[in-house]
């Protein structure tokens, strides 16, 4: 089902129309469709089906505390890389012994609150880590639980600034070492060893990089199995990729169900930290077309959105589809470059767009529902979007949009 669809030539979220949102809430704004975050949730956790699996949310994807909320509800976990979006999970009603703390820098102060409100585990990923981790849970008196994060040297075939699983990345444990570092582990009184850890990159279009990681992951499994070592869950982490324009990628179904038959007879739960997967195509930006300009070799559509707003365009060089709110069959469609205010040459949403446009006209960025907002930025001195979460004929502001005060509220000119 089309969450974002077509209704007499005007743009919907579900059960309202886009216009009435830009002139209740204002521009530019990402607006999520409730339905297809839930529906998305839903399909990896039913994908699993009886082999006993966590789905853990990737919180950088998307961590408004309404879309966080959202899934709360549904019974996810959650995947997090700081306190910061610890405190989210926490303040949105998440679960703390469904979360899972990833990421190659953990400070002190943050491993104290993860092991204070009691997570599930810390994908530890490295040996320094793993000794900080074990020395903070003896002064609490507890054990902290652990996954080695490996790194099985697989190739994701993906952006290159987001693959994550080669061995010169600065994720992971080498896989090659990662016998010798759960043997240390295994010695350290105050580390519980639960399972083992990977993720190879993100926005992956085809099955066989996560086997082939799996297949290593196991293999290791099987070794330490030999040392007595006995993990209960494996975590491949997120990485399922989305449509944004003619990817093909495996549905939730698909990937679950390759998963699931290299895990048969194994007695091995699975966990997954999918991220743009689950909010990716439940998203979009709106924005209004404010000036139309010509130069010789090109059009622009000036907007009121721009690369502080959405990175991805101007980072990844990443191709988001770009479609009118309102279709007029009676204009000519011309080829534009569509573009921000931001003083950048690199601040654009998209290049040669084929569009039938006027000034003051609303456009909408697809599947920007995932690192989108996240990734904003107050650059150019530009206050962050507002944030609505449309639930079917309702829309509830989730975000309010930031002031211009706000933007300096922490700052001072020097004494006088
Ligand atoms: N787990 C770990 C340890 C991760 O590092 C990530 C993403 C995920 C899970 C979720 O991956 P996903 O299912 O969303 O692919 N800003 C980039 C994506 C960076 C992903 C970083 N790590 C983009 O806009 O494409």
Not at 183 to 206: E, K, Y
Not at 344 to 363: M, S, V
Not at 375 to 387: D, H, Q, T, V
């Amino acid at each position: 089902m089309e969450y974002f669809h077509y209704c007499n030539n005007v743009l919907w979220a579900e059960e309202i129309p886009l216009p009435e949102i830009a002139s209740r809430f204002g521009m530019p704004c990402y607006i999520y469709s409730r339905a297809a975050i839930e529906h998305q949730w839903r399909a990896f956790d039913q994908a699993f089906e009886e082999h006993p699996h966590q789905i853990c949310y990737a919180v950088k994807a998307n961590s408004n505390l309404a879309v966080l909320d959202i899934l709360a509800r549904l019974g996810s976990g959650f995947d997090i890389v700081s306190v910061g979006e610890l405190e989210r999970v926490l303040a949105a009603g998440g679960d703390p012994g469904r979360i899972v703390f990833s990421g190659v820098g953990k400070r002190t102060d943050e491993m104290e609150r993860a092991l204070a409100v009691g997570i599930a585990c810390f994908n530890v990923e490295s040996e320094a880590e793993l000794l900080r981790l074990n020395e903070i849970a003896g002064k609490l008196g507890q054990r902290a639980p652990v996954s080695l994060r490996v790194n099985p040297d697989v190739d994701a075939r993906t952006h290159p600034y987001i693959a994550t699983g080669l061995r010169d990345n600065k994720f992971g444990i080498e896989i090659d070492q990662a016998l010798a570092v759960y043997a240390r582990a295994v010695t350290l009184p105050h580390i519980d060893i639960l399972g083992v850890d990977c993720h190879i990159g993100s926005q992956l279009t085809s099955l066989s990089p996560f086997l082939a990681a799996l297949e290593r992951v196991l293999a290791l499994v099987d070794q330490l199995a030999k040392r007595g070592i006995e993990v209960r869950h494996i975590d491949l982490g997120g990485g399922l990729g989305i449509i944004y324009r003619d990817e093909a990628p495996p549905s939730p179904q698909q990937y679950a169900a390759a998963l699931r038959e290299k895990l048969a007879g194994r007695d091995l739960e699975i966990w997954i930290e999918p991220g743009r997967a689950i909010v990716g195509n439940g998203g979009v930006l709106l924005t209004r077309i404010e000036y139309l300009k010509q130069a010789p070799q090109k059009n622009f559509a000036i907007v009121d959105a721009a690369m502080n707003d959405l990175l991805r365009p101007a980072l990844y060089d990443a191709w988001q589809e770009i479609i009118p709110v309102t279709v007029d069959a009676t204009r000519e469609a011309l080829l534009f470059d569509v573009v921000g205010p931001v003083c950048e040459t690199g601040d654009f949403l998209g290049k040669q767009r084929q569009l039938a446009i006027e000034a003051g006209d609303l456009l909408v960025v697809r599947a920007a529902g995932a690192y989108g907002f996240t990734m904003s930025s107050n650059y150019n001195s530009r206050p962050r979007a507002a944030e609505i979460m449309v639930d079917g004929a309702e829309a509830h502001l989730v975000r309010e949009r930031e002031t211009v005060e706000s933007l300096y509220e922490g700052e001072s000119t020097l004494p006088r």
